[in-house]
């Protein structure tokens, strides 16, 4: 054999031994990413929907029917800082590592008190991290935390941290607006929050992708101060929620159909293979509609909507750290997260615990 086409051949052969829980397309077998601990929160001021019969015109039987909500947590003073703090500190008791020894915090988060600090420096203050951490907040609203895992794994590998903290916290009920029947029953506040760390021989990879649209799921900003340069008056809506949901719901079902097979297609998995699908908790049909279309057990897709409503980047943490805490995760298990919202916004991760 020629030199030339031996040294092909022996390529070959050895790519044909690679293990498939590549981060890439082209089959490089890089470090992958492990969850080390989960942690959460949720306002113990739990409102059902029957509380809301008094408020608006609807039903327990209409909410419960069209979302599979029964009842949300909603905050009664608890902030987001509050509660991201809380569930940080869960995650990094859960995970058992030093404090000094996380070198990334990133929160995911669309209603943070303030527009700057970001909600990330201000954890990193009261968690007592340290300084050299790298730390700011993204904005990617349902998809967040999704997209927040796959930066941390970018990041961690020119770190001088081990661990990276991820936080998605959301206060939704600040920008609900209560008198409308069609979204003021959706959503509930709580935060979410991981530790990670690179590891070797473990599997991660990611897809995400954005249609930019700013008329089916938006809430428009809160600055509303004219300057005194302006000669033109600017009118702008109330900073409350809007949303079509029959479109949503659409771009739901296909960008979890289309991000979910991505990674599985990576993986060269099919959906039997996965033990839990983590989808976003925004409506129950969604989430069964979407098994149908991937062709997966229904049994296999974690949910917990039923008490907590949407919850936005803080719900797949929340729903993922309930499902750590019930025992049902076995160490190797395939795990997809996958997140859907405004933006419009997508991800899914697959991984193993």
Excluded at 13 to 28: E, I, K, Q, V
Excluded at 99 to 115: F, H, L, R
Excluded at 283 to 296: E, S, V
Excluded at 311 to 334: F, Q, R, V, Y
Aim: proline residues 4%.
């Amino acid at each position: 054999m020629p030199y030339v086409s031996f040294l092909r051949y022996a390529a070959l052969a050895s790519h044909a031994y690679l293990p498939t829980y590549t981060t890439t397309d082209r089959g490089d077998p890089l470090t992958g990413l492990k969850i080390l601990g989960t942690g959460s929160y949720v306002p113990e001021n739990s409102v059902t929907n029957k509380m809301f019969e008094c408020i608006v015109d609807t039903s327990d039987e209409w909410i419960s029917s069209r979302t599979g909500i029964k009842a949300r947590c909603i905050s009664d003073g608890e902030t987001d800082l509050f509660m991201a703090r809380t569930a940080a500190e869960s995650a990094i008791k859960c995970a058992k590592v030093k404090k000094s020894e996380i070198g990334v915090i990133i929160c995911a988060t669309i209603t943070n008190e303030y527009i700057t600090p970001s909600l990330s420096c201000l954890l990193q203050r009261d968690l007592a991290l340290k300084e050299e951490a790298l730390v700011f907040d993204i904005n990617a609203a349902c998809s967040g935390f999704v997209y927040a895992l796959n930066l941390a794994y970018s990041l961690l590998r020119s770190s001088s941290g081990k661990y990276a903290l991820i936080v998605g916290s959301e206060v939704l009920s600040k920008i609900v607006d209560f008198s409308d029947r069609d979204t003021c029953v959706l959503f509930g506040d709580g935060a979410g929050a991981v530790v990670v760390k690179l590891c070797r021989n473990a599997p991660f990879l990611f897809n995400a992708g954005a249609k930019g649209d700013d008329n089916l799921l938006y809430c428009p900003g809160i600055i509303r101060k004219k300057s005194p340069f302006s000669k033109t008056d600017h009118e702008q809506a109330p900073p409350f929620l809007h949303m079509d949901g029959s479109e949503v719901f659409r771009f739901a079902v296909d960008s979890i159909k289309k991000s979910v097979t991505a990674v599985l297609d990576k993986a060269r998995l099919k959906p039997e293979d996965i033990d839990h699908f983590v989808l976003h908790q925004a409506n129950a049909r969604i989430i069964n509609m979407a098994a149908k279309r991937l062709g997966a057990p229904p049994d296999k897709f974690f949910m917990n909507i039923y008490k907590r409503g949407n919850t936005s980047a803080a719900s797949i943490p929340i729903a993922l750290d309930e499902l750590n805490k019930s025992g049902k995760l076995k160490k190797g298990e395939k795990i997809i997260l996958a997140g859907f919202g405004a933006g419009l916004t997508y991800g899914a991760v697959y991984f193993s615990w």
